[in-house]
């Protein structure tokens, strides 16, 4: 069964370009998160996609955007790139009214804007 | 969403138990601790989960006052491969699953 996978891997961007990342939930969930992780802080909440829809979002600009397939597997684009962007960037699946949420990570996209 | 306060790192030595403690004053009723653990570039992996009282499974412990304000997660006979930040969070899973991370706990685990 696999797990949570991301790709690519390893991505280096210059400023002002556009970037994709995708995302394959794990067998079974339904419900695909994003977030951003910064080195040395927490996962920050990007925003989480449900049934094709943005049902969360969290504190950050319209720069960001994403989509959810009916597959359930989950793009996230970010326009414009700053040298801020620079990240971790994890999608996390769960199955959506599990009660006790029980997020699924994966091994995250590295992003490097210069 | 709550807010959880944790110790910013912590070291011990191999073999011996650690306990890090989690501070959630705020939390609300129908939420519940959630425990992850996160090594460098990999994705945070779940460790236990509770709502009350004790939960125990095959990698950690969780114990959480009848008050809730506080939980501890406790890691028996830890080994160097222990090493790695470990997160506490408050949510309500009910609520949506906006999942809130906080700066979490950087475990040094020495020979």
């Known amino acids: 069964d696999a797990g949570v996978t991301q790709s690519p891997t390893h991505l280096i961007k210059t400023r002002g370009q556009q970037v994709t990342l995708r995302c394959s939930p794990k067998?079974?969930?339904?419900?695909v998160s994003w977030y951003q992780q910064a080195l040395g802080q927490g996962p920050q909440f990007i925003f989480q996609y449900y049934e094709e829809e943005e049902r969360q979002r969290g504190n950050f600009p319209d720069r960001f955007s994403g989509h959810q397939f009916p597959n359930y597997s989950s793009e996230l684009n970010v326009n414009a790139l700053l040298l801020g962007d620079s990240a971790l960037y994890l999608c996390?699946?769960?199955?959506?009214?599990?009660?006790?949420?029980?997020?699924?990570f994966g091994s995250g996209t590295q992003l490097s804007v210069l | 969403l709550a807010k959880t306060t944790q110790p910013i790192s912590m070291d011990s030595y191999e073999g011996q138990e650690v306990n890090i403690t989690c501070s959630h004053n705020?939390?609300?009723?129908?939420?519940?601790i959630t425990w992850y653990q996160q090594f460098p570039s990999q994705g945070p992996r779940f460790i236990i989960q509770g709502y009350k009282t004790k939960v125990t499974n095959e990698v950690a412990s969780l114990f959480i006052p009848a008050d809730r304000k506080s939980s501890t997660l406790s890691l028996p006979r830890v080994s160097l491969s222990d090493t790695a930040v470990y997160y506490c969070l408050a949510m309500d899973p009910t609520g949506g699953f906006k999942t809130i991370f906080g700066a979490g706990t950087r475990l040094f685990v020495k020979a």
């Open positions: 067998s079974g969930h339904d419900t």
């Open positions: 996390a699946s769960s199955s959506f009214g599990d009660r006790g949420e029980k997020l699924f």
């Open positions: 705020n939390i609300a009723t129908n939420d519940y």
